[in-house]
């Protein structure tokens, strides 16, 4: 398990001549055990995107004890990517494929004025926002659906089709958090979800208009993508 | 009201040569009226503080309107320095002289692993920490007292008494903050009591010892002093 401050990397995923967090992780074990691994995360997190649970699998011959495994990461590791917690899993378990569903977090901070210590971790709203009327929008989306107008336009998933478990707004101060569960997401799914509600928010969408932007299945209709750093992968369920 | 992340900062107060916030504070001024004023900080807070609730006040002959005074700063301020609020005060006013009471807060992540969206705000302490022990200590340090034990060794403030009002400590999941209010502080005072009220709550010093460490009024008595990034100075009072 793996928490990460997605702001200094190009996403999970490794990339030429870029820096990832899987490629940070792939070094880190072969730097304590002498491994060439690869690394198989749960979420392939966008570059800015962070991880509050993060999921990797990797096979290791290695002979340190489990229990050392996270201190031996943690002491190669920069101090933006920290292993919380490791298990011995079966030879088969595969992070993203037996993963069962995936929690996202959506981070606003609606006030007038930004905060220096939020401004990587929320999208600054300045306008106010109408969060009853946001509450009820995110209420046609959950349940399945083909999620066609929320992902990244030219995205090529096999199936469009997701199960949206949960996806509910909750007031922290002058935060706004909106909690996305799935079996999966489609890519920039629950940012295109975010920018949609937020049109909302700000008066610019009904709440029903939302319902007809899902069942309209075109990418056009819906809101912008919202920014990457108010987005974090909370946790992923087996 | 200025908000800023200490982190990337030589503290407030101007030091040749080197990035303050005052400094930042006073080009973004000039930039915006054209005048060279001097800033008057409530708080002369330290390299790697922050603050959610720093007053400064100036002087200044320019004709911006006063709602629109921080949205002309913060336009010409790096995101980590935000100014929340501008008042029009008497020109009798100091920022510093007039101030009742300032609040601190110490800030301490406690739990095995440290987080990499807390590593610039909270200290990091993995020792399993006795808090009821740690709220008792904070107990007799608590009113007018001599507090020459708790401030930067070799400093040379007029007098070393203050009035602690208040100083508790509150449990937020890992995290513990100390809230420290006072009518003045000593140089370091907060960062010596939280470096000392820590050494209770590792087992190292007993509650009761806290009293003695005071009354002895010998800096070399009390724990070290608790690293700079875990305080922010939250509230001035006038």
Redesign the interface.
Known sequence: VV???GTGYHGFQRQPGLVTVQELLEKAIKAITGEEVRVTGAGRTDAGV?A?GQVVNFHTAGTIPDERF?FAL?SVLP??????GVERVSPEFHARRNAISKVYRYSVLNRV?????L?R?AYHVPQRLDLPAMMEAAGYLVGRHDFASFRAAGSSARTTIRTLTGLEWRREGDLLHLRAEADGFLYHMVRAIAGTLLEVGRGKLEPEEVRRILEARNRDLAGPTAPAHGLCLEEVRY
Chains 1, 2 share one sequence.
């Open positions: 928490q990460y401050d962070h509050r996270p943690n101090p933006d990517v920290v292993v919380v004025f930004p905060c220096p210590f401004r971790y």
